[in-house]
């Protein structure tokens, strides 16, 4: 169990992000890594694809070239128990409960993914806050990042603007899917103190929804496999009626 320490708590509310190092053993992500070889080798639904995100450089449809990589397998919690025992056990139950106080919450309506960035068609992802599609109250939710593999610039680990997540954005600073425009020289300020987070093998990265980042392609020749999952606090709930509030919440 993970207790975090003032410093850490500080940290993660002054920058956004918090990495806990070796919070998961060896042994488990590689348990992981092969029932997601498993599920993707088979296609176990639901999974999305590189093509459904329609980002730049994505084919441009599922039956297009490489129109069959996924990008990620969906609804982790309740594929296996494996993978909601970690979503819920004490090595993210213990910061997270620091961090959004008693009564914090599982949503799984957002994330609640194991992401597979493979080579040859994974695509980049821009600059954005994950918070710029979801419908809380406030934007102040929290997601873990495990590292099932080493995660480097290479195999296109997350990139983060530090404190970004306190940042008042105009609309004008961003494009129509709400990504920061690199090419307006009003971000350049800020995309400057851009920088990358790798992690090893059973690491975690805890960061805001509010907070800036993006990711590279895959350029190794292995597929990079993170599980992430997103909780919220118990006065912070999901707008009724919107996709946030699709699924039930599970306590922590």
């Known amino acids: 169990m993970t ?3 003032t410093a850490q708590q500080q940290e993660f509310a002054s920058q ?11 042994a488990y992500c590689e348990e992981v890594i092969a029932y997601c070889e498993q599920q993707l080798a088979g296609q176990v639904q639901p999974i999305e694809y590189e093509a459904d995100t329609r980002y730049p450089g994505a084919p441009a449809s599922r039956d297009a070239e ?3 990589t996924a990008r990620r397998l969906l609804q982790a919690y309740a594929r296996d128990p494996r993978l909601a025992q970690w979503a819920t056990g004490p090595a993210l ?3 997270l409960l620091q961090l959004l106080g008693d009564g914090a919450l599982l949503s799984q309506s957002h994330h609640n993914c194991i992401m597979s960035k493979q080579p040859q068609y994974s695509t980049a992802t821009g600059w954005h806050r994950d918070s710029r599609y979801w419908n809380f109250q406030r934007a102040e939710l929290i ?5 099932l593999r080493n995660e480097t610039v290479e195999n296109g680990c997350l990139l983060v603007i530090p ?3 306190k940042t008042d954005i105009d609309v004008a600073q961003l494009d129509e899917a709400q990504f920061l425009r690199t090419d307006l020289e009003q971000n350049q300020a800020l995309l400057a103190q851009a920088q990358p987070v790798p992690l090893q093998q059973g690491d975690v990265l805890l960061f805001h929804s509010n907070l800036f980042h993006a990711a590279g392609k895959n350029q190794t020749a292995a597929t990079k ?3 992430v999952f997103t909780y919220r606090s118990a006065d912070n709930p999901p707008r009724p009626g919107t996709r946030s509030a699709t699924y039930p919440e599970i306590a922590l």
């Open 163 to 165: 404190g970004s997540h």
């Open 143 to 147: 997601s873990s990042w495990l590292a």
């Open 93 to 95: 139950a213990a910061p």
């Open 16 to 26: 956004g992000f918090l990495v806990l190092r070796q919070q998961a053993s060896a």
């Open 225 to 227: 496999f993170s599980m």
């Open 3 to 5: 207790m975090l320490s």
């Open 66 to 68: 490489g129109g069959l």
